[in-house]
């Protein structure tokens, strides 16, 4: 199969524009997700798609809050022709960013070149912006050296500045008219990226060999996965012992494989079960297709990471099925 070419949008802003809204779901995250692509986003623990964001129009950036609880991961991508970073607010727990590890008070730099994973699995906070490559002038080489690598945000001067930013904007009705403030806000963001960097060079991420090839199996079962993929398999695959793979999986994700890659093969189910039919496929042949032999276990792992049991899924499912079939009328041939 040919290897989907990686095309983002460009960066559409509308100056003043601003959303606050706490959404439930993926759809709703989507749709209020301004100049943002995430793909193949898997629920990894309960309530992982709930969330707040805050988004913001300037002249030629975008800030975005996000709140999640965690326990989720997907590829995301920015918009075109744009360097972005990230800060990291509050993180439970472990996040793991492309090939890097960040810690809270961390700002990673990166870009429109590919959509890069990213995964917590605990509760986060953080906040990004996107910045047109053409607006950022001497600042560019900076940034662009500085990529897929961190900086500590100091004293979390930036955190604080990009909190104020949002507030100040939320508080004044008229501003959409306040050309000024637009300005002024980009500036202060400047600033502070120029102190930053002026006090410090961006690092590499430091990570042990076992950790580097944790990595390569994410990325390798993300794209591929199937029902028979094991410990021991993979162990063998990438000549690491077991023992190994279980430590370093858990120092950058929190999950042992085994548990990571059943969470991941549950989304892989429920993704089936919405696109099934009751009178076309049963609960247990995709439990099997996707490795689960023990249907009472996995009913139980099932309804624990969705809140609700593998054959609900598949009711709905086939009730949609059935709504539909009722309100479109579909010429014979496009049966």
């Given at each position: 199969m040919k290897e989907?070419?990686?095309?983002?949008?460009p960066l559409i802003l509308n100056k003043g524009h601003f959303i606050d809204l706490y959404y439930d779901g993926y759809e709703e995250m989507q749709s209020i997700t301004d100049n943002w692509e995430h793909q193949c986003t898997y629920q990894l623990l309960p309530d992982a798609l709930k969330g707040h964001h805050q988004v913001l129009h300037l002249q030629t950036m975008q800030l975005a809050y996000v709140?999640?609880?965690?326990?989720?991961?997907?590829?995301s991508g920015s918009a075109k022709d744009c360097i972005t970073f990230s800060v990291l607010e509050e993180c439970a727990d472990k996040a793991c960013f492309h090939r890097m590890k960040p810690q809270v008070g961390d700002i990673v730099f990166f870009d429109d070149s590919a959509p890069y994973n990213f995964m917590t699995n605990s509760p986060f906070k953080l906040c990004a912006v996107n910045i047109q490559k053409?607006?950022?002038?001497?600042?560019?080489?900076?940034?662009?050296?500085?990529?897929?690598?961190?900086?500590?945000?100091?004293?979390?001067?930036?955190?604080?500045?990009?909190?104020?930013?949002?507030?100040?904007f939320t508080d004044q009705t008229?501003?959409?008219?306040?050309?000024?403030?637009?300005?002024?806000?980009?500036?202060?963001i400047k600033n502070v990226l120029i102190k930053l960097f002026s006090e410090q060079t961006p690092m590499l991420p430091k990570l042990t060999k076992g950790e580097?090839?944790?990595?390569?199996?994410?990325?390798?079962?993300?794209?591929?996965?199937?029902?028979?993929?094991?410990?021991?398999?993979?162990?063998?695959?990438h000549q690491i012992s077991e023992k190994?793979?279980?430590?370093?999986?858990?120092?950058?994700?929190?999950?042992?494989?085994?548990?990571?890659?059943?969470?991941?093969?549950?989304?892989?189910?429920?993704?089936?079960?919405?696109?099934?039919?009751?009178?076309?496929n049963t609960v247990s042949n995709i439990a099997l297709k996707w490795?689960?032999?023990?249907?009472?276990?996995?009913?139980?792992?099932y309804t624990d990471l969705?809140?609700?049991?593998?054959?609900?899924?598949?009711?709905?499912?086939?009730?949609?099925?059935?709504a539909l079939e009722k309100h479109c009328a579909l010429r014979q041939e496009e049966v």
């Open positions: 989907k070419i990686y095309n983002p949008p709140e999640r609880p965690g326990g989720m991961m997907s590829n053409e607006a950022l002038g001497p600042l560019l080489p900076k940034l662009s050296q500085a990529l897929n690598h961190t900086i500590k945000d100091t004293d979390a001067l930036m955190s604080k500045t990009l909190r104020s930013i949002l507030k100040q008229d501003v959409e008219k306040n050309e000024k403030a637009f300005k002024a806000a980009e500036e202060k580097e090839t944790a990595l390569d199996i994410r990325d390798q079962v993300y794209h591929h996965m199937d029902g028979k993929i094991s410990l021991k398999s993979l162990s063998n695959q190994t793979l279980q430590n370093s999986f858990k120092s950058l994700f929190g999950f042992t494989p085994v548990h990571f890659l059943r969470q991941l093969k549950l989304n892989l189910v429920r993704n089936d079960l919405n696109k099934s039919n009751i009178e076309q490795g689960f032999t023990h249907m009472g276990r996995f009913s139980r792992y969705f809140g609700e049991n593998p054959s609900q899924t598949l009711k709905r499912a086939h009730q949609k099925s059935l």
